[in-house]
C-alpha cells in the first residue's frame, strides 16, 4: 500500500516556497482531500457543461478564469445567445464578478492569436466584466493555463473549478464523432480539414481542491509585476481605453466542504518560468517546475503501464524520463496517442518533427516492443487533431492539464494540471478506459482485455494494424472498427536536422530554467 506522499510532490519537492498555494495544507502535503473530479472529454461535452454553470450563476457569485486564447463569439452551445463574451457578459451584469487573464499572444502577424484575444478582452471591458491582457511572461513564453473557477456566495457545496486543456475558442466544440467544430480556427495544417476534428480533455473538480484552483488566479491577478515590459503596449492599451490595472479581489472564501465519495486527492502541478532581468513573480521566485517534478516522480514509480495523451511530445528531455523508467522495469509498457501531423507546415513542422524525431528514438532505443505511438483518424479518415494533456501511470496517479510533454511547457509557460491521486484505482482506470473506447470504437462494457497493460498493449496494436492494413490496401471492403495509426519516428535526414536544430531548441522548445539548474540539468 502506499499514500499520497508516495506519488505526489511534498511541499518541500514542490520547490516554490514563495507560493501560498499549499498554505492551507497541513504539514508538508501539498494537496487536498475529499474531492470529486470528473474527466470531461471533449469540448462539446465541457461547453455545454460551462454554460449551464455559468447561466445558473446569481449576484454575489464569483468567476474567475485564464485563457491562452480566446474568441468572444464561439458559442458554447452552438446557438445563438450561447457565446462566450454574451455568456459571461450576462453573468456580470446581473451581479456575478467576472475576472479573466487573457495572455495578450504574440502578434497575429506571425501566426498567433493577439487580436482574437484582444477582441475578447474589449468586449468583456466594455460591458463591465473585468479582463486583463496579461504578458507577464518570459521572452517568446506564454500564459499557456487554462481553468475556471465558480463560486457560490450562498452555496460553496456547488462551487466548482475546471481545468485542462480547452480553451474558450474556436475548433474546441467538438465530440466524439469528431466531425469538428463549425466554428472552425483557419490556420491548421491543410491534412485537418477546413473543420479540424479536435480531441480534448477537461477536469471538473469540486471540492476543498477548488480553493486551490483559486489560488493559483489569485496570485497571478495579484502579481505586482507591470502586464507587459513594452511602454509601446501599454501606453497603446491606455489610448484605447483598454484596463491595465486589475482592481483588488474581493477577500477569498475558505475551502468548499469536502465530498463524502470517492474523496478523491488532487495535486495541482504547475509552471513558471525564471523570468530574467531583474523581473520575477512575486508568487515564484526563480520559477517553478513542479510539473517536471510531478511527473518525474510518478513516471519513476510505474511498472506497468503509462498511457500519455498529447499534443506535442518532444525531446531528450522528456524521452530520457521515460527511458530511466522502461530501463529500471522490464514490465512496465508506454502508450502515447499524439497528432498525426504537427499544427504547422514548412520549416516549422520540420523543427516539430525534429521534436517528436528525439523523444521516439530514446525510448524506442531502450525498449522498442513496450513502446508505441498513435494518431487517430474519425470514420471519414480525416485525421483528428489531439490536443489533450492527459497522463495516466498504473491506474493509480492520473493528470489532466494544460501542459504537454516537452522541456517549453516543463520550464518555459505558465502550465496548470490537476492530478488526481487514486489508490483504489477506480479514477484512473475509468479515465484510461473511457479513452479507450473511444478509440477502438467500442463500449465501455466491452473492453476486458484492457485491464491489465500487456492487454491494452495489445489491442492499440492490432486495432492500429488492421487499420494501417486497410489504408495500404487502397481502402477496399468494410473499413475496420477503431481509429488507430500506428507513428514511426519521422524520418529526418542529417542536413535537415543540422539546419533546424537551434529553431527548435530556441523557439519551439526552449529552456526557461535557471542557470544553475541548466548546469545541473535539473528541475
Same mark, same amino acid.
Given at each position: 500500500?502506499?499514500?499520497?506522499?508516495?506519488?505526489?510532490?511534498?511541499?518541500?519537492?514542490?520547490?516554490?516556497?514563495?507560493? =501560498? %498555494?499549499?498554505?492551507?495544507?497541513?504539514?508538508?502535503?501539498?494537496?487536498?482531500?475529499?474531492?470529486?473530479?470528473?474527466?470531461?472529454?471533449? +469540448?462539446?461535452?465541457?461547453?455545454?457543461?460551462? $454554460?449551464?454553470?455559468?447561466?445558473?450563476?446569481?449576484?454575489?457569485?464569483?468567476?474567475?478564469?485564464?485563457?491562452?486564447?480566446?474568441?468572444?463569439?464561439?458559442?458554447?452551445?452552438?446557438?445563438?445567445?450561447?457565446?462566450?463574451?454574451? /455568456?459571461?457578459? =450576462?453573468?456580470?451584469?446581473?451581479?456575478?464578478?467576472?475576472?479573466?487573464?487573457?495572455?495578450?499572444?504574440?502578434?497575429?502577424?506571425?501566426?498567433?492569436?493577439?487580436?482574437?484575444?484582444?477582441? %475578447?478582452? #474589449?468586449?468583456?471591458?466594455?460591458?463591465?466584466?473585468?479582463?486583463?491582457?496579461?504578458?507577464?511572461?518570459?521572452?517568446?513564453?506564454?500564459?499557456?493555463?487554462? @481553468?475556471?473557477?465558480?463560486?457560490?456566495?450562498?452555496?460553496?457545496?456547488?462551487?466548482?473549478?475546471?481545468?485542462?486543456?480547452?480553451?474558450?475558442?474556436?475548433?474546441?466544440?467538438?465530440?466524439?464523432?469528431?466531425?469538428?467544430?463549425?466554428?472552425?480556427?483557419?490556420?491548421?495544417?491543410?491534412?485537418?480539414?477546413?473543420?479540424?476534428?479536435?480531441?480534448?480533455?477537461?477536469?471538473?473538480?469540486?471540492?476543498?481542491?477548488?480553493?486551490?484552483?483559486?489560488?493559483?488566479?489569485?496570485?497571478?491577478?495579484?502579481?505586482?509585476?507591470?502586464?507587459?515590459?513594452?511602454?509601446?503596449?501599454?501606453?497603446?492599451?491606455? %489610448?484605447?481605453? @483598454?484596463?491595465?490595472?486589475? !482592481?483588488?479581489?474581493?477577500?477569498?472564501?475558505?475551502?468548499?466542504?469536502?465530498?463524502?465519495?470517492?474523496?478523491?486527492?488532487?495535486?495541482?502541478?504547475?509552471?513558471?518560468?525564471?523570468? #530574467?532581468?531583474?523581473?520575477?513573480?512575486?508568487?515564484?521566485?526563480?520559477?517553478?517546475?513542479?510539473?517536471?517534478?510531478?511527473?518525474?516522480?510518478?513516471?519513476?514509480?510505474?511498472?506497468?503501464?503509462?498511457? /500519455?495523451?498529447?499534443?506535442?511530445?518532444?525531446?531528450?528531455?522528456?524521452?530520457? /524520463?521515460?527511458?530511466?523508467?522502461?530501463?529500471?522495469?522490464?514490465?512496465?509498457?508506454?502508450?502515447?496517442? /499524439?497528432?498525426?501531423?504537427?499544427?504547422?507546415?514548412?520549416?516549422?513542422?520540420?523543427?516539430?518533427?525534429?521534436?517528436?524525431?528525439?523523444?521516439?528514438?530514446?525510448?524506442?532505443?531502450?525498449?522498442?516492443?513496450?513502446?508505441?505511438? $498513435?494518431?487517430?483518424?474519425?470514420?471519414?479518415?480525416?485525421?483528428?487533431?489531439?490536443?489533450?494533456?492527459?497522463?495516466?501511470?498504473?491506474?493509480?496517479?492520473?493528470?489532466?492539464?494544460?501542459?504537454?510533454?516537452?522541456?517549453?511547457?516543463?520550464?518555459?509557460?505558465?502550465?496548470?494540471?490537476?492530478?488526481?491521486?487514486?489508490?483504489?484505482?477506480?479514477?484512473?482506470?475509468?479515465?484510461?478506459?473511457?479513452?479507450?473506447?473511444?478509440?477502438?470504437? =467500442?463500449?465501455?462494457?466491452?473492453?476486458?482485455?484492457?485491464?491489465?497493460?500487456?492487454?491494452?498493449?495489445?489491442? $492499440?496494436?492490432?486495432?492500429?494494424?488492421?487499420?494501417?492494413?486497410?489504408?495500404?490496401?487502397?481502402?477496399?471492403?468494410?473499413?475496420?472498427?477503431?481509429?488507430?495509426?500506428?507513428?514511426?519516428?519521422?524520418?529526418?535526414?542529417?542536413?535537415?536536422?543540422?539546419?533546424?536544430?537551434?529553431?527548435?531548441?530556441?523557439?519551439?522548445?526552449? !529552456? +526557461?530554467?535557471?542557470?544553475?539548474?541548466?548546469?545541473?540539468?535539473?528541475?
Amino acid at each position: 500500500m502506499t499514500g499520497p506522499s508516495d506519488w505526489l510532490l511534498t511541499q518541500s519537492e514542490r520547490g516554490n516556497p514563495a507560493t =501560498r %498555494l499549499d498554505d492551507r495544507h497541513p504539514g508538508d502535503e501539498a494537496w487536498s482531500e475529499g474531492n470529486l473530479v470528473r474527466p470531461l472529454i471533449h +469540448g462539446a461535452t465541457y461547453f455545454a457543461e460551462l $454554460y449551464q454553470r455559468i447561466e445558473a450563476t446569481r449576484e454575489g457569485d464569483l468567476i474567475f478564469f485564464t485563457d491562452w486564447q480566446g474568441d468572444a463569439d464561439e458559442r458554447l452551445t452552438g446557438e445563438p445567445g450561447s457565446e462566450v463574451a454574451e /455568456v459571461l457578459c =450576462r453573468a456580470d451584469e446581473r451581479g456575478v464578478d467576472v475576472r479573466g487573464l487573457v495572455w495578450r499572444s504574440h502578434s497575429s502577424a506571425i501566426g498567433f492569436t493577439s487580436d482574437e484575444n484582444l477582441r %475578447l478582452g #474589449r468586449t468583456l471591458q466594455k460591458r463591465g466584466a473585468e479582463a486583463i491582457l496579461d504578458m507577464r511572461v518570459r521572452t517568446g513564453g506564454s500564459h499557456h493555463q487554462k @481553468l475556471v473557477v465558480i463560486r457560490h456566495r450562498d452555496d460553496p457545496s456547488r462551487d466548482i473549478a475546471y481545468v485542462g486543456g480547452i480553451d474558450l475558442c474556436h475548433s474546441r466544440r467538438d465530440d466524439a464523432d469528431h466531425g469538428g467544430d463549425p466554428q472552425a480556427q483557419d490556420d491548421l495544417a491543410e491534412e485537418y480539414g477546413p473543420t479540424p476534428p479536435w480531441h480534448d480533455v477537461q477536469a471538473a473538480i469540486t471540492g476543498p481542491a477548488v480553493h486551490d484552483v483559486e489560488t493559483v488566479f489569485r496570485e497571478r491577478w495579484e502579481d505586482p509585476t507591470t502586464l507587459s515590459r513594452s511602454p509601446v503596449i501599454l501606453l497603446r492599451d491606455r %489610448l484605447r481605453g @483598454l484596463d491595465t490595472s486589475p !482592481d483588488p479581489l474581493p477577500e477569498q472564501a475558505p475551502p468548499p466542504p469536502p465530498v463524502d465519495s470517492p474523496g478523491h486527492v488532487v495535486q495541482l502541478l504547475r509552471t513558471y518560468p525564471n523570468l #530574467r532581468r531583474g523581473r520575477d513573480y512575486a508568487f515564484a521566485r526563480g520559477g517553478e517546475r513542479s510539473v517536471a517534478r510531478g511527473y518525474t516522480k510518478a513516471v519513476a514509480r510505474a511498472r506497468h503501464l503509462i498511457y /500519455v495523451e498529447d499534443q506535442y511530445l518532444w525531446g531528450d528531455h522528456v524521452g530520457g /524520463v521515460f527511458t530511466q523508467a522502461l530501463q529500471d522495469h522490464p514490465d512496465l509498457h508506454v502508450i502515447a496517442v /499524439v497528432p498525426m501531423h504537427p499544427d504547422v507546415e514548412g520549416f516549422n513542422r520540420t523543427a516539430q518533427l525534429l521534436g517528436r524525431q528525439r523523444a521516439m528514438l530514446e525510448m524506442a532505443r531502450v525498449a522498442p516492443d513496450r513502446v508505441a505511438i $498513435y494518431g487517430v483518424e474519425n470514420h471519414a479518415g480525416t485525421p483528428v487533431y489531439v490536443h489533450a494533456k492527459a497522463c495516466v501511470i498504473d491506474d493509480t496517479w492520473a493528470t489532466i492539464g494544460s501542459d504537454n510533454f516537452n522541456r517549453r511547457s516543463w520550464t518555459h509557460d505558465s502550465e496548470l494540471s490537476a492530478v488526481v491521486f487514486d489508490p483504489a484505482g477506480a479514477y484512473a482506470r475509468d479515465l484510461r478506459l473511457a479513452l479507450a473506447a473511444e478509440h477502438l470504437d =467500442r463500449s465501455q462494457d466491452d473492453l476486458d482485455d484492457c485491464a491489465d497493460a500487456a492487454g491494452m498493449f495489445a489491442a $492499440y496494436a492490432d486495432c492500429a494494424a488492421a487499420l494501417d492494413q486497410w489504408h495500404a490496401d487502397g481502402r477496399v471492403g468494410p473499413r475496420p472498427p477503431g481509429r488507430l495509426r500506428r507513428l514511426k519516428p519521422p524520418e529526418l535526414g542529417r542536413v535537415k536536422r543540422a539546419l533546424v536544430l537551434g529553431h527548435y531548441l530556441l523557439v519551439h522548445d526552449p !529552456d +526557461g530554467r535557471p542557470k544553475p539548474l541548466r548546469k545541473r540539468d535539473e528541475f
